[in-house]
């Protein structure tokens, strides 16, 4: 199901200023740079929210895994046939006597159907563990009274009743904040924004650009949508456990002063001869805006590249190339060891 662009009207008086996306405002709070890299960034284009692995086949609708698995079935058996066809037809040619060449091409081509039948297995046997993860899940019911953190499961989530909707984008006219959650989780009055984290944070503790993002996208659906947030779920990295993290007054008046907090800084570092001191060198080392670019293989060498020659000696990540250093990711380390 999917919610087309939802705007509040205008009913608080907060000072009014840019435009400002709830991924740009949970970026800033990550770290200054990456929320001005945000800021500077066209999100018409690029995906608000970073893509797993799960989202090459259906992962998070039980009916479109199904409806895939089915689909991936019937290849499989077809490709299967093909692979076992394959080869009799090069034997065959053998047999009766073919120029060599053209039996070495047709042994050649056997390979392809046996690829195309590792591929389609793969994806099935993904699928059928997707399949079997949804259909074993129990019923979870979080306490929406409760501040404490609480796990949860997507499925067990969808079995207590709550039906995800994708939100095209939600507008707050009064704060100038607008975003679009990952999903919306939606049974009666409730609104639960779900939104995805990469990992957790080098403490084992939910990143605060996930908290941020639960209390803007719980304040944008209550303004919006005129639904009752009590909580929202961070789900972490490629899996369908996570976390609820409160939406409560208190949330809700702290993302509005960062809101204003931020908006001023990105204000003052809208001259580039003013920069944010980047944070401590542990926060850069899994940063995706750290990451120098993967090298290219070509003729089996794997090389270096730059993005312009003044990049010097090593690759360019979009935070070194924007701030004019090279950010102690741990991949530049490795880069430069090697
Ligand atoms: S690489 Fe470091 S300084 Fe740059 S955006 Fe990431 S965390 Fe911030």
Redesign the pocket.
């Known amino acids: 199901m999917e919610v087309s662009r939802v705007t509040s009207q205008p009913n608080e008086t907060i000072a009014a200023g840019a435009w400002l996306r709830v991924d740009t405002l949970a970026?800033f709070l990550?770290?200054?740079?990456?929320g001005v890299?945000a800021s500077e960034r066209t999100w018409d284009d690029e995906p608000e929210t970073p893509q797993s692995n799960l989202d090459f086949l259906p992962a998070y609708d039980l009916a479109a895994i199904e409806r895939e698995l089915n689909a991936g079935m019937n290849r499989l058996w077809r490709y299967s046939a093909l692979a076992l066809c394959a080869p009799m037809w090069t034997a065959l040619l053998y047999v009766a006597g073919v120029h060599f060449l053209l039996v070495l091409l047709a042994a050649w081509f056997t390979a392809l159907p046996a690829w195309l039948v590792f591929r389609q297995l793969c994806a099935v046997v993904t699928l059928a563990l997707r399949r079997r993860q949804a259909t074993r899940a129990g019923k979870c019911e979080p306490d929406e009274t409760s501040t404490a953190f609480q796990p949860v499961n997507w499925w067990g989530l969808l079995k207590a009743g709550f039906d995800s909707v994708k939100y095209d984008e939600l507008r707050d006219e009064a704060l100038r904040l607008e975003g679009r959650p990952w999903r919306v989780l939606r049974r009666g009055s409730l609104r639960i924004p779900v939104v995805k984290a990469r990992r957790l944070d080098a403490e084992g503790m939910l990143p605060i650009e996930c908290i941020a993002k639960v209390a803007a996208f719980g304040r944008l659906l209550t303004v919006c949508d005129g639904g009752t947030v009590a909580y929202g779920v961070v789900l972490v990295g490629n899996a369908y456990d996570g976390v609820t993290v409160p939406f409560t007054a208190k949330s809700e008046q702290w993302i509005i002063d960062c809101l204003e907090q931020t908006r001023e800084k990105l204000d003052l570092f809208g001259d580039p001869s003013v920069m944010p001191a980047?944070?401590p060198a542990a926060?850069?080392a899994f940063?995706?805006?750290?990451?120098p670019p993967v090298p290219l293989s070509v003729g089996g060498q794997q090389t270096r590249h730059t993005s312009s020659p003044a990049d010097g000696p090593l690759p360019r990540?979009?935070?070194?190339a924007r701030?004019g250093w090279t950010?102690?990711?741990r991949r530049a380390r490795a880069l430069s060891d090697a």
């Not at 990550?30 to 990456?34: F, I, Q, S, V």
């Open positions: 970026e990550r770290c200054a740079r990456a890299l980047p944070p926060a850069c940063c995706p805006l750290g990451s990540s979009r935070c070194g701030f950010p102690p990711h």
